[in-house]
Each structure stands twice: as C-alpha cells, then as structure tokens.
Nanobody, 128 residues
Framework: EVQLVESGGGLVQTGGSLRLSCAAS????????IGWFRQTPGKEREGVSA????????YYLDSVKGRFTISNDKAKNTVYLQMNNLKPEDTATYYC?????????????????????WGQGTQVTVSS
C-alpha cells in the first residue's frame, strides 16, 4: 500500500521556521520525485518545491527561493521541506506528492498534474 505521511506543520510567527516531513512507503522511492504543494480555501493547489530522488535535482517556486530548502533521506524514505523566514502568505495546507514523471511549471514549482500519490496534508499557519 502506498503511503505518504506529512508532519511538522503548526503555527508560527512571521519570520519563524518550520520543517515539514514526508515519510513515503509502498513504492520505489529512488524512482520517484517528491514534491511539496500547498493550497488555501478557494485557490488552486500550487507546487512549492520538488526533489528528484534519483539525482537529487531540486526545484522551487519563485516566491520561496532562498527561504525554503528541500532535501531527502534515502535511508528513511523521507523528504523534508525546511521553511525559513515564513510569511503570512505561506499559510496553507501543505501536501506532499510522489511523481513518476516530474514536470516544472513556469513559476518554478512542480506541476500538480503529474502527481501519482498524495499525502493527507499538514496545516501551516503564519501569524503576522
């Protein structure tokens, strides 16, 4: 059974940091890319960052470059998203998604239409 389990969300003040985790199981981790996506009510889900587990290539939405860092731990089949200097506009439910074929949108983040498996999401709230 494929599972993606996110954790690490919470409430922080502007300028604070959080680290999200996405623990994957049930598929060949090295063969997939893992992306982080976020969504707020009434808006489209947008791709924030992605990492290709095979070669380690990373991708970022333009608005998070320099603030967010994606990484993986292949021994734990886990992908992390370190989020620094958080802003109120980063408030959203964050989802991780596994993609056999990774495509990147014009804004720099992963394309949500390529996701094969989704996690359940974790809430990130940044207070001003």
């Amino acid at each position: 059974e494929v599972q993606l389990v996110e954790s690490g969300g919470g409430l922080v003040q502007t300028g604070g940091s959080l680290r999200l985790s996405c623990a994957a199981s049930g598929f060949a981790f090295d063969d997939y890319s893992i992306g982080w996506f976020r969504q707020t009510p009434g808006k489209e889900r947008e791709g924030v960052s992605a990492i290709h587990n095979g070669d380690g290539a990373t991708y970022y939405l333009d608005s998070v470059k320099g603030r967010f860092t994606i990484s993986n731990d292949k021994a734990k089949n886990t992908v992390y998203l370190q989020m620094n200097n958080l802003k109120p506009e980063d408030t959203a439910t964050y989802y991780c998604g596994a993609m056999w074929s990774l495509t990147i949108s014009t804004s720099g983040g992963p394309n949500k239409y390529g996701v094969d498996y989704w996690g359940q999401g974790t809430q990130v709230t940044v207070s001003s």
